[in-house]
Nanobody
Framework: QVQLVESGGGSVQAGGSLRLSCTAS?????????MGWFRQAPGKEREGVAA????????DYADSVKGRFTISQDNAKGTLYLQMNSLKPEDTAMYYC??????????????????RGQGTQVTVSS
């Protein structure tokens, strides 16, 4: 059973940065392993933010975060990261790490993953 634990959330002012981390255990990496981040604000749908093929390192981002967020991984440590720069108030949400197996590793598939962590809150004030 996959266990995902996020950390690194917090409160920042607009324009600031945060780095989220996700530690994965019980996850077997193979050729179609995909991990990523999605977020959900109160009263809103889940929004896929970023995705990465863990075997190849290919990444994909939602248009809303392109150029500001960077997803990366350290497979040796079993850790996924999300570097968030130039944060905006509309980035405020609970951020979740997710893991799945798919041949379409995209933010929208990450948002639909059943294996996810407990979330970490990101609050951006103007």
């Amino acid at each position: 059973q996959v266990q995902l634990v996020e950390s690194g959330g917090g409160s920042v002012q607009a324009g600031g940065s945060l780095r989220l981390s996700c530690t994965a255990s019980g996850y077997t990496y193979n050729i179609n392993s995909c991990m990523g981040w999605f977020r959900q604000a109160p009263g809103k749908e889940r929004e896929g933010v970023a995705a990465i093929y863990t075997s190849r390192g290919n990444t994909d981002y939602a248009d809303s975060v392109k150029g500001r967020f960077t997803i990366s991984q350290d497979n040796a440590k079993g850790t996924l990261y999300l570097q968030m720069n130039s944060l905006k108030p509309e980035d405020t949400a609970m951020y979740y790490c997710a893991a799945l197996r798919t041949w379409s590793c995209r933010p929208y598939t990450v948002a639909e993953a059943s294996s996810r962590g407990q979330g970490t809150q990101v609050t951006v004030s103007s």
